[in-house]
């Protein structure tokens, strides 16, 4: 009975895929869970990258491929576009909101160039975890499900 009352929110896709669990990842750092905790989309298509939730745009790396999101009930969610893409020096990366911005969820954060970054050899396999897990009693991935980016859900949970 008073589990009723607890509220469960979502992080909506940042890009259109397939969800695969964290520790699917094939990037040690993120499949061993040493940044957070979350999940990953594979088979990326599409070229706009969106916030997950609604919130602050916290920061965004100098190179473009990743970024943090504050939500508005707290969480800081990295998205980490591809693996190993910062050796791209930021090529195949275009910024379109500047870090300090309220954002919105399934709002465009940073658009991709997939020509580059899979010309590069690199993988567009995504990464998106809740840095600051320790807020949280329960997370969930919609593991095997295919998202379209700010339309599905890609993690739910439930804050302490």
Same mark, same amino acid.
């Given at each position: 009975m008073f589990?009723?009352?607890?509220?469960?929110?979502?992080?909506l896709a940042p890009l259109d895929g397939s969800v695969i669990a964290i520790d699917?990842?094939?990037? /040690? @750092?993120?499949a061993q869970k040493t940044v957070g905790d979350g999940a990953a989309i594979?088979?990326?298509?599409?070229?706009?990258?969106? %916030?997950?939730?609604?919130?602050?745009?916290?920061?965004?790396?100098?190179?473009?491929? /990743?970024?943090?999101?504050?939500?508005?009930d707290e969480l800081e969610?990295?998205?980490h576009i591809g693996i190993n893409t910062v050796e791209l020096k930021g090529q195949g990366f275009e910024r379109l909101v500047e870090p300090g911005t309220a954002v919105k969820a399934g709002q465009p954060i940073i658009r991709i160039d997939?020509?580059?970054?899979?010309? /590069?050899?690199?993988?567009? @396999?995504?990464?998106?975890?809740?840095?600051?897990? %320790?807020?949280l009693s329960s997370l969930e991935a919609a593991v095997g499900k295919t998202v379209k980016a700010g339309q599905d859900m890609l993690l739910s949970y439930k804050q302490k």
């Open positions: 589990g009723l009352f607890s509220k469960k929110s979502q992080l699917q990842v094939p990037d /040690a @750092v993120f594979a088979d990326v298509t599409g070229d706009l990258v969106c %916030a997950p939730a609604d919130g602050s745009l916290e920061m965004v790396f100098h190179t473009n491929h /990743a970024f943090v999101v504050k939500t508005t969610v990295l998205v997939r020509s580059v970054i899979l010309g /590069a050899g690199l993988s567009l @396999v995504t990464p998106v975890v809740i840095t600051n897990g %320790a807020l």
